[in-house]
């Protein structure tokens, strides 16, 4: 193995457990969503949402469509991003909590492992030192580490497949024009550290979600998600993106999943194995809400906001 090579996989080391942390909106103004992340169709479809919808409206397209993916997998996915090679990637998701995100190369093997089943989540990195496989209960996690490792919670890398559903009791607003024919709304989610504020861009015409963008308590962007080739499925009729991009800025990473022909409803793999946690010859299982836990230096989130992706909107001001 070349030096450059081996140089590539320490990077990916760290990519990918920084991505398994991000497991468990302040953007600067002036600029139009990335390319790639619109989906532009062959032909016009026809309009599902009014040229100047309102909110009731785009929720009910929204969510419509979303409540509908119960579960999907995606056996031949990819994972890359800046400085690091390309990695074969399964994705598997059920609702409410189940995620099931494998990466390996065709050299080394196996690179990550995380997941989330009913009752926790888990993620284990292969260069991890000392070697093991973090997992913590769904319900300890505002008592745990893992949100000192990363504001996030899971539920956040579900959400940024493009599939999440405005809930009718949080506060909405919205929603707001944008050029290129989207809309923004805004939700308040209140939180023990105070309210965070989710911004959710959608295509103005079919509802899509494009874009979301969380930002915690201080205003400070948290982590954003940028969706796009939106495909029907040709099974269930029902749309979600092939091309998602999760940034979290605090552990400085950046990277793109693409599902490829993701099948909604449809899993592949055995039900009993893809959400049950894994066990790794020589990783300890290390619970994240365990008082006696401290997180290992090399895997602490970054304390400051370096960068993040340009838009075209303001500062929340709530």
Not at 20 to 28: C, D, K, P, Q, R
Not at 103 to 121: H, I, P, Y
Not at 227 to 253: E, F, I, W
Not at 303 to 317: E, G, H, K
Request: proline share 9%; with cysteine.
């Amino acid at each position: 193995m070349n030096h450059n090579f081996r140089g590539m996989l320490r990077k990916t080391n760290r990519i990918a457990a920084a991505f398994a942390i991000v497991f468990s909106t302040a953007l600067a103004s002036g600029c139009n969503t990335l390319p790639w992340a619109k989906s532009q169709p062959a032909a016009p479809l026809p309009r599902l949402l009014p040229p100047s919808p309102t909110l009731e409206q785009v929720i009910e397209v929204v969510n419509r469509n979303n409540s509908q993916i119960r579960s999907f997998s995606s056996p031949r996915a990819s994972i890359d991003g800046t400085g690091f090679p390309s990695l074969r990637a399964s994705v598997a998701f059920q609702r409410p909590w189940r995620l099931r995100l494998r990466a390996e190369t065709g050299l080394t093997g196996a690179e990550f492992d995380l997941g989330s089943n009913d009752q926790l989540f888990w993620f284990w990195v292969r260069r991890n030192q000392p070697p093991a496989v973090y997992f913590c209960r769904h319900d300890r996690i505002a008592d745990s580490q893992a949100l000192r490792m990363t504001p996030l919670e899971p539920q956040w890398l579900i959400e940024a497949f493009g599939i999440a559903e405005f809930d009718a009791s949080l506060p909405h607003q919205g929603p707001y024009q944008l050029a290129d024919d989207r809309l923004r709304i805004d939700t308040i989610r209140e939180t023990p550290e105070g309210p965070t504020t989710k911004v959710t861009i959608v295509d103005g015409s079919q509802g899509w979600i494009l874009e979301q963008h969380l930002f915690d308590a201080r205003r400070q962007l948290a982590a954003s998600s940028l969706a796009g080739g939106h495909r029907r499925d040709p099974l269930s009729g029902l749309v979600m993106p092939t091309v998602v991009r999760v940034n979290y800025p605090a552990g400085q990473v950046s990277m793109r999943i693409n599902l490829g022909n993701v099948e909604i409803n449809r899993l592949s793999g055995d039900a009993s194995v893809l959400w049950t946690m894994p066990r790794y010859p020589g990783a300890a299982l290390v619970d994240l809400a365990d008082p006696n836990f401290r997180p290992p230096p090399s895997q602490s989130a970054a304390a400051s906001l370096r960068s993040a992706p340009q838009s075209n909107w303001r500062r929340p001001t709530r």
